[in-house]
């Protein structure tokens, strides 16, 4: 009888467990998900975009930031002037801001970060930020000079990436465990393969935000992610990782979904050192054979939108080049008979993200149609970063560059892709150092046609930033400048 | 009876898996966005996936995969398996003493464990799942063939096999191996039911199969996500394993019952 | 004497045991392509920096030094540092071991606890219907993949009826309750085989007492015949499944690795996956070695109680299985 009286006890207790799973939102509490755990929580120290998605505006503030909207604002400068020579940058520091830890910030303290973010062998994940740099100079308590050895007209945008972030001698080397910072919420716990919580720090400088504690769940599976959003444990997904999904949650009045824009170009990479993809016929027979329209539907249900360079469709500069690589099957047949490549077989190596995944069984077919034998082979990032990125053994591959304003990678000789057309080179170049804004424009729209004309790469979409989230939520970004979930002006409504 | 509805579900099983390795009645390696999830009808008996894949030939193909996978894995259990188990009865002392200790060492790493070491080193597929399927496999048919083959070392024609000057090697594989050819036979289909179980379990944490190869728990793994818009598509390759995996141990006990009816422990 | 002899024999098996284990998957660990500091500095690091990483990390030292090194500490605890975390891996153990070895503990007291009644209920009523569903029950337990159910259950129970957590894990700190509740449906989903397999031993087991002459002794002394069975028939049950549970425990292991997938948990699964994809060879290693550690101790554990409590039971049990 014993244990009969034990089961009904235990299936009591389950019931009593599992019944108030979704409590009402607290107005000052956010569950915030992510598909990925960052490796550590130092944001000068590592390229993984999760690191910058928790700490970046709302932990860790730099000189400079990023808006929304994209635009640079000052953060913990808050003034600059570029020298009549534009071989220096002057900034005017904000005065009494301490970190987390009651440490002030001031120029000693900015140089030092600067000049950590920079040195040689640091484990900054974008040292091309700094490479302008010739040295740092303290010429006060609230004042920095930046000497440049090259005029750098992006040397402020440089600056307000996460990767430049201000953090102090005493605390700099514990970041990766313990982040200290200046920013309106500090670091409360980690517990890994969860969550980060982040609690609002009482000696921020700025505005308090209106949140009291912020969780970031790690949730890496998709149908959990779905599941997790509509049973209540989490309040809002801003990168949501299944856009399949989506008409379930837009029928669905308790939450709001957002199709924003990133910085991610995603692009078919070709490894044009390598025969026959030399032959710029071959290069346009891949992108003439991409229907980007059904890679779009298919990989991404409709929510991307297609590019035909390496420039987003929400930069000012863009132009819209698709046209000059439409899909068109009969031409992708003509040029590969024209190159007399026949048996042309190639293998498309895919990173493990969904989108990369999915297109490339999507352009694997594609290719077959007009005669290319085209296989797939997933690869774990690992894999990729060290056979695809640097030891370049690769055909085509498929992997979004998340990074803003990145046209340069294309001027690298060393990079994984490379061209060999000396005006996309030259245009380039004069990007690198001009400074006039109508001129640049100008610059950036050569790149753009003659990227696609020569065919660099098969240019398929721009990656969406998918939110979804609570409706009683406002305040999140709609758009993706770089990497992060500023939640500083979150704000549950009622 | 129930050998003949099993025997009948098994048949069409492996007869499917092994037309789909050659034909299938669409192609599986085109897409075709426009015609995907569509319903089911003449053409597409189960309708189409997320690429407008004719769902049916899909099933067929993850079967070929998946089937093939767990026959290839039981294989390599009962040939290595049953050779160790023997040899080490056959040899007897220390020779028995190592096979089983060697099986213990064996027997505590899970074939998923297997799959994920094997899988970092030479990157996840089908081969692997094989292999680490097939590692977990062998002490079970080591110790099962050792313990049934014991006492039939002991017994009169064993002895009589000796006078005529046969080897203890000669005797396992002429006298012994014969008797206890059911007991593994049986044992054999239990273990195929769990080769298809693990097989889904590995390509479904992208262990097992990788793209473009289908299997039954790569399909699983990749319809999850559309279970609110297209549930048949998770629903399909889970019940075509439970089937599988039903027929085949239902077989297995029926055989069990009848090529052994001493054995009526768990009958 | 004897005693003595065959516990230092367990012993020593063990401890070879996780030497070769750990050899294995050392080995395995230094063939792979990939490197893990090239994949904490990303696409646009230096080769100087994951220089320094590298030499950090320890990975340019020789491979037997390596090995040497990973082997006396792991004799003291020290699993090293984990690669992409960056703290001590025995922390992380300690951290995940928190999550998984409740839910293993769970789904196993979840099988027994509904093994035990359906197989007793099953054993009494021998050859009609009801034992008949309850054998077609544990059958179709056995086929239906866990990975499956578990999917089936976050969307009847967490999406649609919305009465449980979808997935992920608030944290003992959060309180019992809501801790068993995340561990509830994957608990369930892992139990569902267990449970099944149990159900037809305690049915057999039962079944094969009742036909024993002291059952029929034990009526004829005046109890009642459900008396005799709880008293006689259900304790020749525990022999068996003690032994199951020990035979069983590396494929719950291996489908709470998977189920944990599933269900997002942070548990040791999750961690050895994560460290699998990264690279991180320090937590691959001391996660293999503390779920086959656990395996064995569990299996040998199973063994001797068993043993113990009935020495005739030698009827080699085969490894009736699910993964």
Known sequence: MKRFAFVAAFILTAVAVSAPSSAQPQSDRLILAMALEPPHLDPTAGAAGAIDEILYANVFEGLTRVLANGAVAPALATSWTIAEDDLSATFMLREGVTFHDGSPFNAEVAKFALDRARADGAENAQPQLFAAIEDVVVDGPLQLTIRLSRPDGDLPYA??????????????????????????????????????????????????????????????????????????????????????????LEANTDYTVSIGTTEGETILAINSRKAPFDDIRVRRAISAAIDRQAVIDGAMYGTATPIGAHVPPHDPGYIDVTAVNAYDPSKAMALLEEAQVADLSVEIALPPPAYARRSGEIIAAQLREVGIDASVRPVEWAEWLSKVFRGKEFDLTIVAHTEPADVGIYARPDYYFATKDQVLKDALAALETEGDPNARMELLKTVQTRMADDAVNAFLFQLPKIGVWDARLTGLWQNAPLQANDVTGVSWSE | MRLWWS????????????????????????????????????????????????????????????????????????????????????????????????????????????????????????????????????????????????????LEFADAARLAGKSEVRIAAEHVAPNIAPIIATQAATQFAVAILAEAGLSYVGLGAQPPQVSWGRMLAESQTLVPIAPQLAIWPGIAITISVFAVTAFGETLRVRLDPRRTFEA | MWRLKAFLKRVGVLAATLIGASLLIFLAMNVLPGDPAEVLLGMNASPEAIASLRAEMGLDRSLPLQFADFVGRALVGDFGVSATYGVPVIDLLAERASVSVPLAVLSVVLSVMFALPAGLYAATRRGRPADRAVEIGAQVGLSIPNVWLGLMLVFVFAVTLKIAPAGGFPGWGAGVLPALGALLLPAVSLAAPQAAILTRIVRAAVAEAMDEDYVALARAKGLSHAQAVRRHALANAWSPIVTIIGLQFGFLVAGAIVIETVFSLPGLGRLLFQGVAQRDLAVVQGVVLVLVATVIVVNSLCDAVADWRDPRRRAAIPPLASP
């Open chain 1, 159 to 248: 600056l307000a990436w996460g990767d430049a972030v201000m953090v102090h001698p005493d605390s700099a080397e514990a970041n990766k465990q313990t982040p200290v910072g200046t920013g309106p919420f500090k670091f409360e716990r980690w517990r890994r393969g969860d969550r980060v919580v982040l609690v609002r720090s009482d000696t921020y400088w700025g505005e308090k935000p209106a949140l009291n504690t912020v969780e970031f769940a790690f949730i890496a599976d998709p149908t959990v992610a779905l599941a997790a959003l509509l049973a209540g444990d989490v309040h809002a997904f801003p990168t949501f990782p299944t856009p399949e999904s989506l008409p379930i």
């Open chain 2, 7 to 154: 025997a009948l579900v098994l048949a069409v099983l492996l007869i499917g898996a092994l037309v789909a390795a050659f034909w299938t009645p669409h192609a599986i390696d085109g897409v075709a966005i426009a015609n995907r999830f569509a319903s089911p009808s003449r053409q597409f008996p189960l309708g189409t996936d997320q690429y407008g894949r004719d769902t049916l030939s899909m099933l067929m193909a993850g079967g070929a995969t998946s089937l093939g996978v767990a026959a290839a894995a039981t294989i390599i259990g009962v040939g290595a398996g049953s050779v160790l188990g023997l040899m080490g009865v056959a040899f007897g002392g220390l020779g028995d003493g190592a096979v089983m200790r060697i099986s213990d060492v064996v027997f505590a790493f899970p074939a998923l464990i297997v799959a994920a070491l094997l899988a970092t080193a030479f990157g996840p597929g089908s081969i692997n799942a094989v292999i680490a399927i097939g590692i977990f496999n062998i002490p079970v048919f080591a110790r099962l063939s050792a313990a049934s083959a014991r006492r039939y070392f002991q």
